[in-house]
């Protein structure tokens, strides 16, 4: 049966035949033969143990599960606050075990200084089931790859409530109140280039609120019909579930820093009533 050989194969036996070509004698000939053995091998090994990097959590990460035990990324707008209880470290990367309510997981990021018992807060992330360390030898259950961990004290908002979902409350907040000259969420995000900068009316329910990061509330909204949701900062205090108007200037691709980065957003709303 033909064997086929790889690309480096095939180079490496194109040198040997070259070399036993243009050598005349065969001890010149095993001596260059040796040398270019060894120049293969260090070509080809790789035996140092790796990590993915939380930097490009869409890749498989190297020792680990297949592809098909990573979950969908987290909500990518959606704020973590986590206490840490046991803290493990490699060479590049942080592992924390952390609390979250009433649940604890680990997540893994670039390598920082943790500490047992501080609060810390991360956004989004790539769930990893039976994630395979080679490093630790050990399989963790369910891991979070994330690219940013951040001191809760150092952050600008200081400790961070955490963040509260509605399911459907429909029925139990009166409507929105008729204000003219509103603008349906479905033509902003269709045309999100052409509002920024421009200061627009909208309604919707309120289906997520964020309050005290970075010193503002984070109300997402949205309109019957449209699966998208518009994100306002506001420091106006909002009740899940309410149908709501605001007024404020909407920014296009806008870059907070830290990992806060919106295609579309609503800044310094007011509500209107």
């Known amino acids: 049966m033909k064997r086929h050989l790889t690309k480096t194969q095939r180079i490496f036996t ?4 070259l070399l036993s070509s243009v050598l005349k004698t065969k001890k010149t000939m095993f001596k260059y033969i040796f040398i270019a053995v060894m120049v293969f091998g260090l070509i080809s090994c790789d035996s140092k143990p790796k990590l993915v990097s939380p930097n490009a959590i869409n890749q498989p990460a190297p020792g680990s599960q297949k592809q ?3 979950m969908p990324s987290a909500d990518d707008q959606e704020v973590h606050q986590v206490e840490a209880n046991e803290i493990l470290h490699t060479e590049r990367y942080t592992y924390l075990n952390v609390t979250e309510g009433k649940r604890k997981f680990w997540i893994a990021t670039a390598k920082m200084d943790a500490e047992k018992g501080k609060k810390y807060m991360y956004r989004g992330g790539l769930l990893k089931v039976n994630f395979e360390s080679q490093d630790f030898k050990r399989t ?28 459907s409350q429909s029925g139990k907040f009166a409507p929105a109140p008729k204000i003219e000259g509103v603008v349906k969420l479905s033509a902003l995000f269709s045309n999100m280039a052409k509002y920024n900068g421009k200061t627009v009316k909208v309604t919707g329910e309120v289906i997520k609120v964020n309050n005290g ?12 019909g449209n699966e998208k949701d518009l994100t306002i900062t506001t420091n106006d205090v909002i ?3 309410e149908n709501v ?27 209107l009533k």
């Open 213 to 224: 990061i970075m010193g503002r509330n984070w109300v997402h909204i949205r309109e019957k």
């Open 68 to 70: 098909e035990n990573s």
């Open 239 to 241: 009740q899940l579930g």
């Open 140 to 167: 963790f259950d369910t891991i979070y790859l994330v690219q940013q961990v951040i001191d809760s004290q150092q952050h600008p908002s200081g400790d961070m409530p955490a963040s509260t979902e509605t399911t």
């Open 14 to 17: 194109d040198i040997i035949l």
């Open 245 to 271: 108007a605001f007024e404020g200037k909407i920014a296009h691709k806008k870059d907070f820093g830290s990992g806060y980065f919106y295609d579309l957003i609503m800044e310094e709303g007011k509500r």
